[in-house]
């Protein structure tokens, strides 16, 4: 299957999600977006299993990143793409999340000769399955320099808007101990379940913060989103294990994030437990009060209508964080159709971010 | 395998351990008692799959139902039977829970043939198994008519002491709802396991009973004893269950103590909840205040040195309960050794409760 990267982009869109992709089998559509950036002479291409990278080389004075994942969850009877009676979206496995923002940096990579600053793009596969496996993992480990940049902008669905840099995430589990006994003695025992009471009244009372980072207001979050315990219906529970999600402002390191969850289960007033993270994610700051993004924000807002927003849900522009680039999330398709069987995109969308994309990256530095 | 009913109890015992009979698999050692019951010319004898009864018909005023289960939970290495170094301790599956209690009654059953009261005599199978399955409960539908008396001993392990009656026992399961939602947006949804706090608290504080009924006194409890809640990692989640096991006094019917229950959940201060009951049995009533009773206290008292005391565990007893027959634990053996791979039963215990129940039913009426 062939692309067009010089077709309209909503058109583009329609073929990259006519090439089916679902994670773990990307290599038809790496192909296909490997063959459209080597038409473009003024790109170094460069691929990496079924990454595929390509970047100009201007000595600009800034280098901003550009990436998008080409993988998608599983099918469901929605490829090819088809268009909405009116013609107004394009509907289908990826419209959303996330090839409309593939065909959108696809078509500038191949059109921008001459940009503002040197640009990387990076289309990646492994987005959608467990995080080790992510392409754009195995890209800072296999080829860190194409990692060097001073903005990264990942084309993630965001209904047109910039959303800025994501909230941190961990996971811990509080595990409660108690005594054993048969239930008909149960004075006897010790009861685990009822000794996580107080951690349950401490998260339902606790008054979650709203924290500024770069001008983006972070509003956190530390919740139950798990428990479990009992042995059996004629025992008293000598454990209960309660896993608690802190979703954390990029404002704090991790170590910061975890210091400030182990406070409060601390403070909870549980008589016998211990506290263990099975899941850590840092945060990412959205880098909107550096010059570089000002224009960027300014074009993006003049096109969509809407302010700069923090991003609360993690996603891979984290990657950049770790890597000390501030980075957004800016894509067309509302990410609430994200993995939906009737996942769309408006074509308007589509064509606004690529014009207010192409905007910034030609304006007079 | 053949038994010698005439044989020391403790013998006895040692021959019915060295018939392996884990539940359903009771047909060998079910012969072997229906074989020796056949040697006693005073008893009437009747086979019901691998249960076997016997009783007398002597037109007594009264009638003694005594009952034992044969069956066993899994072997462990622990048959063919052992004897402690120093000769005083049986040894082997089943020593505690209760083939010395069965002993016993086969024992006094063969010898016994002019008792004070007639006597029935039930061995039956299927007891450490899911209760639709128990070998009481199918001669309970199948033979009602040998179910008749006017007192029940079961011989279930209780070192020798009377353990009269029983507390029962019920399940509900509570469950608290909420509203799902992407946990990096928590405040759009309502957290179902913040929302079972309330109830866990209430539990911890509750302020259980003790309820003397014939003069035993029977300790409650109500406690959870199991809990599950969570969908993922990432979602504020929408459900949580409470196990609650209710022990519950035999002075309160199933339907009082259902009610019992679901006022102390309707009080817990729960925001969106419902109620399952997924488990009710009965309590049965000690009945040691009837003077037929007396003597096999007295005769149990003088040999034990232990008081009636009120048993709290759920035993078949409550089958005799619901029956309208007033019953009793009394056997030999730790009843914390049950299932235990080290069961073991004192050989004075088996002795003493034989001697014990022989003085009290050949006592002058």
């Known amino acids: 299957m062939e692309l067009d990267p010089h077709a309209p982009v909503a058109e583009l869109a ?27 002479p003024h790109l170094e291409v460069l691929r990496d299993g079924n990454a595929v990278l390509a970047r100009t080389a201007l000595d600009r004075a800034h280098r901003v990143i550009l990436a998008g994942h080409l993988d998608t969850v599983p099918i469901k009877a929605n490829v090819p793409a088809t268009m909405s009676a009116d013609g107004t979206e ?8 996330m090839k409309a923002g593939d065909a959108v940096f696809l078509s500038l990579a191949v059109a921008l000769a001459e940009p503002t600053y040197d640009l990387t793009w990076i289309f990646y596969d492994l987005e959608e399955v467990e995080a080790t ?10 080829h860190p320099a194409w990692l060097e940049g001073d903005f990264a902008i990942l084309g993630e669905p965001t209904s047109g808007a910039i959303e800025g840099g994501c909230s941190g995430t961990l996971r811990a589990e509080v595990r409660v101990a108690g005594v054993a006994a048969h239930s008909a003695r ?14 349950l009244a401490t998260l339902a009372a606790y ?18 989103v798990g428990i479990r315990g009992g ?55 959205p880098g909107l009060d550096d010059p570089l993004a000002e224009g960027f924000v300014q074009a993006v807002t003049a096109a969509s209508g809407m302010p700069a927003r923090a991003k609360l849900g993690w996603t891979d522009v984290a990657r950049f964080g770790e890597l000390g680039i501030p980075a957004v999330n800016f894509g067309p398709g509302n990410p609430e159709l994200a993995h939906a069987d009737n996942e769309s995109c408006p074509v308007s969308e589509i064509d606004q971010c690529r014009a207010a994309l192409a905007a910034w990256l030609t304006e007079e530095d």
Chains 1, 2 share one sequence.
């Open 14 to 40: 329609r073929q990259l999600i006519d090439i089916p992709s679902v994670s773990g089998d990307e290599s038809a559509i790496a192909d296909a977006v490997e063959a459209a950036l080597r038409t473009a």
């Open 207 to 224: 008054n979650a913060e709203t924290v500024t980072v770069d001008g983006l207001e972070y509003r956190e979050g530390m919740n139950a």
């Open 186 to 199: 149960s004075w006897k025992g010790v009861n685990a379940i009822h000794g996580v009471g107080p951690l």
């Open 231 to 285: 042995i059996a219906g004629n025992v008293i529970p000598d454990e209960c294990v309660v896993t608690i999600n802190y979703r954390f402002a990029p404002a704090w390191s991790v170590a910061e994030a975890q210091d400030r969850l182990k406070h409060v289960v601390a403070n909870a007033g549980l008589s016998s437990w211990d506290l263990t993270f099975t899941d850590l994610a840092p945060g990412a700051r």
């Open 90 to 97: 394009l509907i289908g496995r990826g419209a959303c999340d």
């Open 133 to 142: 496996r992510n392409g754009l993992g195995r890209i800072a480990r296999n």
